[in-house]
């Protein structure tokens, strides 16, 4: 009878073991996953991204042409963020600054002396047209 | 005094688990750190796109501009004015500085020793790191591109056409 308790603790405390060493490791990936998905979506990574990208497109770009930009990523984090759609990229001078959330903000300049105006889209509703009007 | 052997096996949460967890961690958390903290290197397309701006400013359809080559003749210009002609500004509210330097060098096809013109505009301190990178590309200092392209003036003269773009940006594009 003593023999067959023991033998029965021995089992439960090797289970117990496995549940929590399988626990522990299913908490670690899943907090690596986070942190690797929010980095990767992060507001400051896609503005920087987003910024550059428009500086070098106006700096390609000619008189009378209109780019559209597909920017939903963006778009969708802004909206989370609590930020309107017309707010999102600004135009002042030669640089680009886009905000996707209250308190960050990437600026970039681009040398093409040429006047830019930036509005969201009516349909579809995730692009951003960025307009070359003229050379100043 | 009796010593009791632990007879649990591997298995057991040690110290070394939770030791080799945090190391493993600790070294993600690095390499995702360091992989996006650093930004985007843009410079290379950025001062691509300037020499092709200049390049349409100074020859179209392969013939050259007359503001710039008239009669065999180079008419000078200063920075600026150059600037002003190839609708580009090198100022911006976002730098102390003029971040771009631009050299554009006319050759007769006969003489490559000597220039027939010589236009420049920018910041001429940026000019530098290019004989710095002669051999070895570095990332912090600026970045230099140099392009050369044929074309005619408006009597049929022929000219090589050499154009240096340099783009420093070094901030925001390089992690300091």
Same mark, same amino acid.
């Given at each position: ?136 | ?49 300037? $020499? ?15 503001? $710039? ?49 010589? $236009? ?39 000219? $090589? ?16």
């Amino acid at each position: 009878m003593v023999f067959f308790f023991i033998k029965m603790n021995k089992k439960g405390a090797i289970l117990l073991e496995n549940v929590v060493f399988i626990v522990l490791n299913i908490v670690f990936i899943s907090i690596l996953v986070l942190f690797l998905f929010r980095q990767g979506n992060g507001a400051v990574l896609l503005e920087q991204s987003y910024a550059k990208n428009i500086a070098l497109l106006v700096d390609a770009a000619r008189p009378v042409m209109e780019l559209k930009l597909n920017m939903a990523d963006a778009m969708d984090l802004a909206e989370k963020n609590g930020l309107k759609r017309d707010e999102i990229i600004k135009i002042e001078g030669n640089s680009v600054t886009v905000r996707l959330s209250d308190k960050s903000g990437y600026t970039y300049s681009f040398f093409n002396d040429v006047d830019v105006t930036a509005y969201p889209d009516i349909y579809p509703e995730k692009n951003y047209i960025i307009k070359i009007n003229n050379y100043k | 005094m009796k010593y009791i052997p632990n007879k649990r096996g591997d298995k057991v949460i040690s110290v070394y688990w939770f030791a080799i967890l945090i190391i493993v961690a600790g070294a993600i958390f690095a390499m995702v750190y360091i992989f996006y903290g650093t930004p985007y290197d843009i410079r290379e397309t950025e001062s691509d796109l300037l $020499i092709n701006q200049i390049a349409n400013c100074i020859s179209y359809g392969g013939r050259i501009n007359t503001d $710039i080559i008239s009669n065999g003749e180079g008419i000078d210009k200063t920075g600026k004015e150059f600037l002003e002609e190839c609708h580009l500004i090198f100022n911006s509210s976002e730098w102390k500085d003029e971040q771009y330097y631009i050299k554009v060098d006319f050759y007769k096809p006969e003489d490559l020793e000597n220039t027939l013109l010589e $236009i420049d505009a920018g910041d001429n301190r940026w000019v530098t790191s290019c004989a710095l990178q002669e051999n070895k590309e570095e990332e912090r200092l600026s970045k230099c591109n140099e392009k050369k392209f044929y074309s005619l003036d408006d009597v049929n003269n022929q000219y $090589i056409i050499k154009i240096l773009a340099v783009v420093r940006k070094t901030e925001k594009n390089v992690q300091l």
